[in-house]
């Protein structure tokens, strides 16, 4: 299960926002999002890029660090 890390999230809203983000990308499943952790993990039902998952992040006004 792929995982990112995520700067810039300070609530459940944000948490919220990343998961749409997330799951709007085709290919990508089950995303669950950790406020403490700072982090998103997800399934791939197919391959997905990575500058992909980092533009759909910074879109929506966050960072993938790391």
Do not use: R, W
């Amino acid at each position: 299960m792929p995982s990112i890390m995520i700067s810039g999230m300070s609530c459940q809203h944000c948490v919220a926002s990343v998961t749409k983000a997330l799951s709007e990308i085709k290919g990508v499943t089950n995303v669950s999002v950790d406020l403490d952790k700072k982090e998103a993990t997800y399934s791939e039902s197919s391959p997905v890029s990575h500058e992909l998952i980092k533009e759909a992040i910074a879109k929506i006004g966050f960072e993938v660090v790391g």
